[in-house]
């Protein structure tokens, strides 16, 4: 059975009890935090994490974030603090920043996937750290949703993957960013971005200084990356996304030709667009800016999904502040099937 507690008129010290109870008994709470829903356990109980990769059908050596509510809470997870993390702590905490430093032994190597590292990010909602601060449990959070499937931005996306399969989802309305955290592995010198998220590149460098990034955020998955996670394919709806890519007069050329030509063939198209219109089968405009356009993605393509279309034409976007994320994200989605004009 599945406790829904409705907290989209905002936090409930009374109603957080209930799934702050749920944690500290071992049982999983789904929770709204400012990039998307996680699915969270207590961090430290290794059973409690194992019913998260198996609820997901998550493979063992992809790790999780554990999320902390208090400063505090770093040094009880990391084994070494170097200065950059407090910097970045201090700068961008609570927020949409995920460090990866060498973790203490406290840590079930369940939780890091088997890793000697461990991953860690202080969430800017009200929800959850009110869950961390009540069940005092620092808590284990993949992405709320079945592994492949996109990452949940509503409650319902929750209740569409788990209802039934978890205790409790805690319902606190639309997320604000709507793709993940951004991580940062600090172990490296200089730091290496490993996924692109809610918290541009560029911000951390004006902090630390010259970040390495990662070959997998913008091409293709390797399967020795540092992030396990990395190697697999994430995102993926059922119908086919192509990602059209170039300046934006071509991009919207091409999309017209290519829904042309599959509308000669019989075969059913969405377009996920960034502010034109166009005439398909299923059409979802996602936005101008980079903020809207994050938020707006993951929710798009459960719903072009839904819709029943073969093909999902998206139209690609800058690489610069969250369009690095959105970039990253939509060519998993494609399982890097890009048409570049
Ligand atoms: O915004 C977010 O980060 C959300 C919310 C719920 O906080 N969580 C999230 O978790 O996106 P998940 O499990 O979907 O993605 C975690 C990413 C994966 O790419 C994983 O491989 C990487 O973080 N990661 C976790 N621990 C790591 C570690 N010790 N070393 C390297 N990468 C790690
Ligand atoms: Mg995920």
């Known amino acids: 059975m599945t406790v829904v507690i409705n907290m989209r008129e905002g936090f409930d010290k009374k109603k957080i009890k209930i799934a702050a109870k749920f944690i500290r008994e071992g049982k999983l709470v789904a929770f709204p935090t400012e990039t998307v829903y996680g699915l969270g356990a207590d961090a430290l109980n290794e059973k409690a994490v194992k019913r998260i990769f198996e609820a997901k059908g998550r493979p063992a050596d992809n790790p999780l974030i554990v999320h902390i509510a208090d400063f505090n809470q770093l040094y009880e997870l990391a084994k070494e603090v170097p200065r950059e993390a407090e910097v970045l702590a201090e700068h961008f905490w609570p927020g949409p920043l995920t460090i990866v430093l060498p973790k203490r032994s406290n840590v079930p190597m369940v939780t890091t996937g088997g890793l000697d590292t461990v991953a860690i990010r ?75 998220g809610g918290l541009p590149l560029e911000e951390i460098e004006k902090v630390i200084g010259k970040v390495k990034v990662h070959p997998v955020v913008k091409g293709k998955a390797v399967d020795i990356a540092k992030a396990p996670g990395m190697k697999y394919k994430h995102y993926a709806p059922n119908a086919q996304v192509i990602v059209i890519e170039g300046s934006r007069e071509k991009v919207k050329e091409k999309i017209k030709e290519l829904l042309n030509d599959y509308k000669r063939r019989g075969v059913k198209v969405g377009v996920m667009a960034t502010g034109d219109f166009y005439e398909a089968d299923a059409y979802i405009n996602l936005g101008n800016s980079e903020e809207e356009i994050a938020r707006n993605l993951f929710r798009a393509l459960r719903e072009l999904d839904k819709s029943g279309v073969d093909i999902i034409l998206a139209e690609g976007i800058e690489e610069r502040g969250l369009g690095l994320a959105v970039m990253n994200r939509l060519r998993k989605a494609a399982g890097y099937k890009i048409v570049r004009t």
């Open 122 to 196: 202080m969430p800017a909602h009200e929800i959850a750290l009110g869950l961390i601060r009540t069940s005092r449990r620092p808590i284990a959070a993949p992405s709320a949703n079945i592994s492949g499937k996109p990452s949940p931005t509503l409650a319902e996306h929750v209740v569409d993957d788990f209802y039934g399969r978890i205790e409790c989802i805690i319902d606190g309305g639309e997320v604000k960013i709507g793709v993940e955290s951004t991580v940062l592995d600090l172990t490296t010198k200089p730091p290496t971005l490993l996924r692109p």
